[in-house]
């Protein structure tokens, strides 16, 4: 069984698309994130959720909006995708909010052409 | 503020050699730190984890970091390197009472057959 799933694993799409990208763990965690890794393999925080609130919310472009139905799923929305949103972005959770370890998905290679 | 430097962004050893990664910190409270392996096309999984017990951690697959406040260090080693360790290795920060994990660039270890 997959602890943390993301879909899609890769994601090709063109300049001012729109596109989701899904989060499900199974673990029974408070807590989910979304990382953004760049090309340099610079891993960044971007959101975080606790029990289906917004906890952490980094310097992102508003054009990012997460969203949590419940506290097993993040979802993470992007509109008006431009090419430095290339990247490799995961989903990962953690039972409680000090973040004690943390448990990622696979990633969603997001390529913007 | 919380951050992790990671000397040496690549770093390569022989298969049977001893393999050091080295990790300093920066962070205002006793931090919780943190060792994770990103293998090729593969999220983050979890090595060690430090959190505020005892100085010396052992992890998976045979790794261990050691805690040293006076240098503020937290370095990765392994005695002897196997193929299988070839990947990217990242350490990371968490302060106490903080959900968000702050990671270093990340370094690539090549084994050399």
């Known amino acids: 069984d997959t602890a943390v799933s993301q879909t899609p694993k890769y994601l090709v799409t063109q300049m001012g698309n729109d596109k989701s990208i899904k989060c499900e763990q199974n673990l029974g965690h408070d807590t989910m994130y979304w990382y953004k890794q760049d090309s340099k393999k610079f891993l960044k925080i971007m959101f975080s959720?606790?029990?289906?609130?917004?906890?952490i919310n980094e310097t992102v472009p508003n054009r990012f909006s997460p969203k949590s139905p419940d506290k097993a799923h993040l979802n993470l929305h992007i509109n008006s995708l431009e090419l430095g949103d290339s990247a490799v972005y995961f989903c990962?959770?953690?039972?409680?909010?000090?973040?004690?370890?943390?448990?990622f998905g696979q990633g969603t290679r997001l390529t913007v052409v | 503020a919380q951050s992790v430097t990671q000397l040496g962004s690549h770093v390569s050893v022989s298969e049977g050699a001893l393999v050091l990664l080295r990790c300093n910190y920066s962070s205002s409270v006793p931090p919780y730190l943190f060792w994770y392996v990103q293998y090729p096309n593969q999220g983050l999984q979890l090595l060690l984890k430090y959190t505020s017990a005892a100085t010396l951690v052992k992890g998976i697959n045979g790794f261990e970091a050691e805690f040293k406040k006076s240098e503020t260090s937290f370095h990765l080693t392994k005695p002897s390197a196997h193929m299988s360790d070839a990947a990217e290795y990242f350490c990371a920060v968490s302060e106490t009472g903080y959900q968000k994990v702050t990671f270093g660039i990340g370094t690539k270890l090549q084994v050399i057959p």
């Open positions: 959720y606790n029990n289906k609130e917004l906890i």
């Open positions: 990962a959770s953690s039972q409680r909010q000090d973040a004690t370890e943390a448990f």
